[in-house]
């Protein structure tokens, strides 16, 4: 299992492509608008790959990863066949374990985004963390059904598309530097989410869940954009 998690995050480019050709191509006024549709997209996959693995997995436990494999082979296919900038000659691709590791601590390093790293890296850790110990603590003590759960993310997943959507614009309108919107989203954030540790009830869990999701990827969004 511990070898599939590796393997799963070590492939796990997509996303980060699709931003990076997306900054490339965004000039300095649309970037932070571009910026949340490629977030948002992403949120749309939060909301319905948990509801959709909860039901597959309520009939079968290994329906969810033929599932994801089909997406994953229909991701490929897509990116392949896609032209994601003009090409440019470059450098071979050289593939190497510490290069992941060399480009974070290069961007620790620097004085303009090291900040800004360290701070995406904490929150970040800290919300996942978060989720973590909801799901344990809605099947431990609420007894959740793994549909149940599936949907529990799901409503996660829905925080992500109203923050996305709604919240970061409202917010940059309201503060008007992603600096003002990135703070304000991560205090917001972490209190919320300090709520969930108090005996609560099964609905407020689900409506902290959702206010959580939402003042993350405010905060997530403001940083992307610095």
Known sequence: ??????????????????????????SETERGRNMSNVVLVNCVGLVTGPAVGGGLAHWDFRA?????????VLAFLWIRHSHFAEAHAGKPLALSWWRPIE???????HPA?????????????????????????????????PLELGLFSAVLGVGFVIGTTAGYRAAAGWLKTDARVARAGLTACGIVILLAALPLGAPLQVLVALLAAVSNVIAFVALLNF
């Open 103 to 109: 480009i974070f601590l290069q961007a620790i390093r």
């Open 113 to 145: 985004i090291g900040p800004i790293a360290l701070s995406y890296l904490l929150f970040q850790l800290g919300f996942a963390l978060y989720y973590v110990y909801i799901l344990v603590e809605m099947q431990k003590t609420y007894r959740a059904t």
């Open 1 to 26: 299992f511990l070898a599939g998690r590796l393997l799963s995050g070590l492939m796990a480019g997509t996303g980060p492509i699709a931003q990076a050709a997306m900054m490339d191509r965004s």
């Open 64 to 72: 969810p990863l033929g599932f994801a494999f089909v997406l994953c």
